[in-house]
């Protein structure tokens, strides 16, 4: 036996700190929600005319966080609760949780909406008014209400044209129907990404505002300390461990108050011990975690993990001219060039200079890149593009979503 097929042969058979590791995954929705049980209730009371006045009106409700606060696990979990307690109340009730970062247009959003309450859509191409008549009968047929969460609201109604926004949340001034069987839950970051909106449409979405504040240090460690129960063997992570990575991320020690954060921090620490062959999760293992969590790109690890291959390669572009030139902004010019190489090299058609002008854009809005004009010193006039987060911080987290796009398309 080689020397690598010994090193790994030890490694899987070696103790593990872990008991399961899927806790931590961003679709595992916990048993209890430390700390949001206000949410809860506000939203409860929101929708408690589904059990009083089912279609009397269509409930629509703002929640509002920053990233790592729990809107979306909070969200999930109400939604599973309240269709659960309707069934009890003999109303019949539906929840669809979409992400208008994935789901980028309306008629997306429809028919994604159309996908999670098992609708076929014909191949022929539908207007998205045409999608929407097909879920409405679809719930009046089956005498059904929809709460529909639209996660990541601000990017979609900053994406779309603002017909699109007036007609998702003004729909039933559209249509001649006596019961209301679609309500809405808008989630944002904050309230200024409703600014632009027209009066008439914003008077509709801010019907009722669920706001979440960031962690304490006291709610973070009861929300790790749950977590450390459920992934880790017995006794693997000491309290002050727990305490440790609470007291980094707490809102009131002068942390985000990001829950993401702390239970990253708290995983990758784990993975140090074991790659240490600690039986312990130390403190010094999160220590060594936290510098190595990046908090920006942390911020940003789902939109990435959202990227198309197009989007993707654009990255990578980036990362192969830091590597070669040790700088980190370049000229539009320099970045179409290498792009056209990174296309060829990961098997895609490459994109002209007008789409590839508007991926940028794209990456630009999420906050993944920045743009700007050429100044002095440099000849014409030139858009020099940029990443937000260290480059070298991205390369990873590019390279292993290159390699499962690739596998996604030749599993297809």
Known sequence: MDKLSEVVEYTLNSVSVFKQNNVFSLDYIPYSLPARERQVRELAINFKPLFTAPGSYSVRVVTVGKPGTGKTVTLRKFGAIFVQKSKEKNVRTVYTHINCYRQRTLYLVLSEIARQLNINIPNRGLSSQEVFRMIYDHLEKRNLHLIVTLDEFDYFINSVLPEDVYFLVRVYDELNVDTRRIHYIFVIKDLVSLSNLEASIKEHVLKSVVEFNPYTSAELYEILTERAKEAFRPGAVPDDTVSLIAGIYGADKGGSGNARLALETLELAGKIADAENSPLVTEEH????????????SDFID????????????LKTLVNLYKKQGIDIFPMGVVEREYQNVAREIGIEPRRHTQLFEYIRRLKYIGLLSTKQSGKGMRGRSTLISAVVPINELEGIVEEEIKKRLNEVSEF
Do not use: C, F, G, M
């Not at 936290?290 to 920006?296: F, K, R």
């Not at 939109?303 to 198309?308: E, H, N, P, S």
């Open 303 to 314: 939109y990435i993990r959202d990227l198309d291959l197009q989007q993707l390669a654009i």
């Open 286 to 297: 999160v220590k060594k975690a936290s510098i190595q969590i990046n908090p920006e790109l």
